[in-house]
């Protein structure tokens, strides 16, 4: 009975999965506008500690280069959204919207070389969580 | 033959007997001692040794996590970045944790929560400069009663009963001092004055020591600042006893080194890393970094004194006894970033007491800590001036003559990536628009047609940062971790309105929207990873190691050995530009503090990278202390973040690390060897 009940839930939460295609950030999953949107907020709140050309500065890493990617290399891309969302900046978290947040990781990819695409970074809770950080175009 | 080197090793056995009589009336620094860790550093000469032997090369591999401690509600968030160095005192580890620097008692054989004490500090602690959980805190007993003393990161240094964690009355007002008060005759904003500080407070004697940190200075709201200054508190009742002013004000010692009056306004000068006392000879040693604005000194021409210095003071009355400035007119955000080591050790057949300092720029300077004169030459020559307007360098910067440099400086040519032929060649031309040179090299202003920025190794991307190096008191060798990574240093003008007195701020035309408006403005790179073109196919421009462990034998300035820290990172190894190749180990980037044991130095990776079973995370690495040999290695499920320590419990040798970074919150882990 157990198994069964089981059984139904996995097929549920299974094609819950399916409608989320696997991507990575090779995908164009983002916008040149909100990566534009994204580079004015991140000189406005982040450039400060993280520094103009994202390199890191004395209190804060890079967000950009090897390491920076070897860091989240094979993360999905929810769980580095979640970390701006909660931490970031630092003298206000949680202070930017959902939406703020993505236009954000939007300038990140950009300066990462990442291509731009047709759709926008979905900021809303859950959509990235099926794109895969990978350096390297798979 | 045989005979011959037989006498030569008895001499030499004899001669060795003899100075380690003589040293042996030092009291030096000896490391952390009865298998506690008493202080940030081990000792207060930051030796981060322990004579402890039960965990060695034969067993290091089977380590066992004995417990973990993780941080994640000690504020009202997570957080990602624990660099605390815990202490250990009769069974008792304590730490600083948390994003609003909480401070933790645990059991430390089993992790066991014993107590802890947090302050909300609202507005005064979203406004501060050094958030987060800090590194670490100080204790103190007089045989009785015990303390532990810790600053928050709104900047008030409190002092707690170690015993049950609640603020010892007697101590300022209710446990607290405010250190924004009586701070050098300034009057700060309580609330918003922009200073706090992230290293621990040091107990030398009966009082308790305490820098300043700022705001990073590449783009400063202003030439004007809060003035560092260093204070020493009668650790009983927190009453001020000294005041060392960094920034020396008319009549004081130094004053005429900033000229132009820019004494009057010019902040920063603070110091933010780690002070060593030497209780012995009553002295502490203050490493102060540099005056406000980290790449452009038009505003505070001269020398600036004590700016990027290493001063000696006597410990009881902050007075002066020597100092010794590194950089002269400091436009490298080099500071000084990490504690000064004091070591006892014998050169050319004497004993002498030291003070070795690790560098962002990569040399280690040595100097007899008693006078402050260099154990070896340091030479004041020629270094190449820049043409930033409004900038009057200087002409000649110290430079040590042994040790030589352990990490390489600059940039030339043949620093650059050299994997193939082809690498090398897109290498050459990425620089064709960039300003290179040797240690020393200015900062360049931004232009699109070149230089867009001068590139350069061991300056703001540090050979050594805050974690600083290891001492060995027994066989004199000093261990310190080092990094080659390439920092951009462009000057642009500050964003309009944003900086009314300042001219320039660090930047290049290539980046942000403050300086370009568009984002198109990054150059592309088809193999991804990378923004404005300083990596070359996602590979760092330089070639490898980039970041090793280094040995220096103390007593005569060579290089016991060296060796790359850290598995090759995915990033190089899957790198498509390298398929085929045999790539060694390359070491990877990071802030790393090692530590010393009777056989080993211990020190976790730098960030995320490849570990034996797949899964994500970083690996505790031992090697042989004496040769560099790999030793062992353990998994993390993060890297460490924290520096290492070591103690005794039970009859058993624990491990305690701080890990953190990507998406692992900050934890502490003790390492055991099975039963």
């Known amino acids: 009975m157990d198994r069964r009940v089981l059984a139904v839930f996995c097929l549920v939460a299974g094609a819950g999965l399916v409608a989320q295609t696997p991507r990575t950030v090779w995908d164009g999953i983002y916008t040149e506008e909100q990566a534009a949107r994204g580079e004015k907020l991140y000189a406005e709140r982040c450039g400060k500690c993280h520094g103009d050309t994202l390199g890191g500065q004395e209190a804060a890493p890079p967000l950009t280069g090897p390491t920076f990617y070897s860091n989240w290399e094979g993360e999905n891309l929810e769980a580095l959204l979640d970390r701006i969302r909660t931490t970031m900046p630092q003298d206000k978290p949680g202070s930017l919207s959902r939406a703020q947040n993505a236009d954000i990781l939007a300038h990140l990819l950009h300066a990462g070389s990442f291509p731009a695409g047709p759709m926008p970074l ?10 895969t950080i990978r350096m390297y175009k798979p | 033959m045989t005979r011959t080197l037989r006498t030569n090793r008895m001499v030499v056995a004899a001669m060795t007997a003899l100075l380690l009589a003589a040293t042996a009336g030092l009291h030096g620094q000896s490391g952390a001692k009865k298998g506690e860790w008493p202080t940030y550093g081990g000792d207060l000469g930051h030796t981060r040794y322990a004579p402890l032997d039960q965990i060695t090369a034969a067993n290091f591999n089977q380590l066992e996590v004995k417990w973990r401690f993780k941080t994640d509600n000690l504020g009202p968030r997570p957080e990602f970045n624990l660099e605390s160095t815990p202490l250990m005192v009769n069974g008792r580890l304590y ?24 302050e909300n500090e609202g507005a005064r602690g979203a406004a501060a400069p050094r958030q987060l959980s800090g590194r670490g805190l100080a204790y103190w007993t007089d045989g009785k009663e015990e303390r532990i003393l ?7 240094l409190v002092a707690l009963d170690a015993k049950t964690g609640n603020p010892v009355a007697g101590f300022g007002r209710s446990g607290i001092v405010d250190l924004k008060e009586d701070f050098d005759k300034q009057k700060l904003d309580l609330v918003n004055a922009p200073v706090g500080l992230h290293s621990t407070p040091i107990v030398g004697g009966n009082l308790v020591l305490v820098g300043a940190a700022f705001e990073t200075g590449a783009n400063p709201r202003s030439r004007a600042n809060v003035r560092g200054a260093v204070r020493a508190f009668d650790v009983r009742t927190g009453k001020l006893v000294w005041t060392f002013r960094t920034i020396p004000q008319p009549g004081d010692f130094g004053n005429e080194t900033w000229e132009n ?6 902040g920063n000068t603070g110091v933010w890393a780690q002070i060593s006392v030497d209780e012995e000879l009553g002295m502490a040693y203050l490493p102060v970094e540099l005056p406000t604005h980290d790449y452009y000194g038009g505003a505070r021409p001269g020398n600036t004194l004590f700016a990027e210095s290493l001063v000696a003071v ?18 490298w955000d080099m500071d000084i970033p990490c504690a000064p080591i004091l070591a006892d050790v014998v050169v050319n057949g004497r004993p002498v007491k030291v003070v070795a300092q690790p560098s962002k720029q990569g040399f280690l300077y040595v100097f007899d800590r008693v006078t402050g004169q260099p154990i070896w030459p340091i030479e004041e020559r020629p270094v190449p001036q820049g043409d930033t307007p409004g900038e009057k360098y200087s002409r000649t910067q110290p430079f040590p003559t042994r040790p030589l440099a352990y990490e390489r400086q600059g940039l030339a040519v043949n620093d650059l990536i050299d994997f193939t032929p082809e690498l090398r060649a897109e290498a050459v031309k990425l620089i064709e628009k960039y300003r290179i ?7 360049a202003v931004s232009k699109a047609e070149g230089p867009i920025a001068t590139l350069a190794m061991s300056t703001q991307a540090p050979a050594t940062n805050w974690p600083g190096g290891s001492f060995d008191p027994e066989t004199h060798v000093l261990y310190v971790h080092s990094n080659a990574q390439v920092a951009q240093l462009g000057l642009v003008p500050p964003p309009e309105g944003a900086a009314p007195d300042v001219r320039y701020h660090q930047g290049t035309v290539l980046s942000g929207a403050r300086r370009t408006g568009g984002s198109g403005s990054a150059t592309t790179n088809a193999q991804g990873g990378n923004i404005n073109g300083i990596d070359v196919r996602g590979l760092p421009i330089i070639k490898p190691p980039y970041s090793k462990i280094n040995a220096i034998n103390l007593d005569t300035g060579d290089f016991v050995w060296q060796v790359p820290h850290g598995e090759t990172p995915d990033a190089v190894k899957n790198n498509p530009a390298l398929k085929g190749l045999n790539i060694p180990r390359t070491g990877r980037n990071g802030a790393i503090g090692t530590l010393v044991t009777k056989t080993l130095v211990i020190a976790g990776e730098p960030g995320y990278g490849p570990t034996p079973s797949g899964a994500r995370g970083s690996m505790l690495r031992a090697y042989d202390k004496r040769t560099g040999a790999d030793a062992g290695a353990v998994y993390m499920p993060a890297p460490q973040s924290g520096s290492p320590m070591t103690y005794t419990l039970n009859g058993k040798q624990y491990i305690v690390v701080a890990i953190s970074g990507g998406t692992y919150s900050g934890e502490l882990v003790a390492f055991t060897l099975p039963n």
Not at chain 2, 105 to 118: F, M, N, R, S, Y
């Open chain 2, 95 to 118: 730490s600083t944790a948390g994003t609003r620097r909480s401070v933790v008692a645990l059991d430390a054989a089993t992790g066991e929560l014993i107590w802890v004490h947090g």
């Open chain 2, 150 to 156: 810790y600053v928050t990161p709104g900047y008030r």
């Open chain 2, 314 to 331: 006597d410990l009881k009355t902050g007075v002066r006894k020597w100092h010794f400035q590194l950089v002269h007119h400091g436009i």
């Open chain 1, 122 to 131: 979905d900021g809303q809770a859950g959509a990235l969580s099926t794109v």
């Open chain 2, 437 to 443: 040179g040797p240690i020393f090299t200015p900062p």
């Open chain 2, 261 to 266: 009056d820019s004494w009057a306004y010019s």
